[in-house]
């Protein structure tokens, strides 16, 4: 049995749902999911995430100016350093690891610097959670990179990393194509209509970005009956149930249910859900991304041809109607596999 250490932080939900995605599918190891930011000294991880959730709140569009500093030379530069705060404490948790998995950059950044150094004799794989890769997300000292397309892949390779495979993404069991039965119990355990074409709003589990712009826009299209999940933001749950909109949930413990229940998902940011909703055969269409990150990923998605992007209000009614599942294979390798292959001897 082998010790794997998969470390990723708790920065919205994607990079943890990779995580503890890749966790349940590795059996027959010994796993443990550890979150970066509780590595960092102090009280230093809850701060950043706190000032990063209320960047996205308050003022959005700096997350473009952050993700275009942090990629220039000196500002990448600037964060892989800081990122090795985290190292007195994650040396010690990864003493004795066979495999360690990253699904965070910053974590990314300390692990292939340790690695580099020749304090980790483990081999280092890192789990692409964006399509888009952003240079901190890239480490030379990592031993393999899972890409979830190819441009990413291409991508992770420009910015240095030495072995890149393409993957299908790994999302938790659950996530498969609803039959009949299966839609009309998941619409009554929601409590949603039984008739009519439903589209899931999604933005993440802090519930960020245009939202009820994005609600309002749905029901005015009359293609579709928006069904919207705010996450942990309960203050957007009340403002859209105060705006006349009936269908309108918090956290959701239950996603694949969810997503049987619905026939189109229109996500702003094109991570997690994006990968889930794909997995279980629904269509997605990206509207009112979010800056940075979300925009990214949104034009590589349109790019490839998997996730329309939708620039224009006007465009979004004749998308909602004409949205099909998808029947295409995202990609053609296995990262579990591929990361148990990782461990063998060479």
């Known amino acids: 049995m082998a010790r794997i250490v998969i470390v990723s932080a708790r920065v919205g939900a994607g990079h943890d749902g990779a995580a503890y995605a890749l966790a349940d599918r590795l059996t027959g190891h010994d796993v443990e999911v550890a979150d970066y930011l509780d590595l ?71 692990l292939g610097a340790l690695r580099t150094r020749g304090v980790l004799t483990a081999p280092v794989g890192v789990y692409l959670t964006d399509p888009a890769v952003h240079r901190l997300a890239v480490h030379p000292g990592a031993d393999l990179y899972l890409a979830p397309n190819r441009p990413a892949a291409d991508q992770a390779r420009t910015l240095g990393a030495m072995d890149t495979a393409v993957t299908a993404p790994v999302v938790r069991s659950g996530f498969h194509p609803a039959s009949a039965d299966e839609r009309h119990r998941a619409r009554r355990a929601f409590r949603l209509p039984g008739h009519g074409r439903l589209a899931l709003v999604v933005a993440g589990s802090w519930g960020v970005g245009q939202v009820r712009e994005t609600a309002a826009d749905v029901a005015a299209t009359g293609a579709a009956i928006p069904i919207v999940v705010c996450g942990r933001n309960t203050a957007l749950r009340a403002q859209l149930l105060a705006a006349g909109h009936r269908h309108v949930l918090g956290w959701v413990d239950d996603m694949p249910r969810l997503l049987h229940a619905v026939d189109v998902v229109v996500q702003n940011a094109g991570g997690l859900t994006t990968s889930e909703a794909l997995a279980t055969g629904l269509p997605v269409l990206a509207y009112r991304c979010l800056p940075g990150h979300g925009r ?28 099909r599942p998808h029947d295409r294979l ?17």
């Not at 040396?91 to 965070?104: C, F, I, N, Q």
């Not at 990214?296 to 949205?323: F, K, Q, S």
């Not at 995202?330 to 060479?346: G, I, R, S, Y």
């Open 40 to 110: 960092l000294p102090g009280s230093l991880g809850p701060r950043v995430c706190a000032f990063y959730h209320r960047q996205l709140e308050v003022v959005p569009r700096s997350w473009d100016w952050t993700l275009s500093a942090l990629g220039t030379t000196w500002g990448a530069a600037l964060a892989a350093r800081a990122a090795t705060l985290a190292q007195p404490r994650l040396s010690t948790l990864v003493r004795g690891a066979d495999l360690l998995v990253s699904t965070y950059p910053l974590a990314t950044q300390a």
């Open 296 to 323: 990214a990923n949104a034009a590589v998605l349109d790019r490839i041809g998997l996730v329309p992007w939708i620039r224009a209000r006007h465009e979004l009614g004749a998308l909602l109607t004409a949205a």
């Open 330 to 346: 995202l990609a053609a390798q296995d990262a579990v596999t591929l990361l148990e292959k990782l461990m063998e001897p060479t």
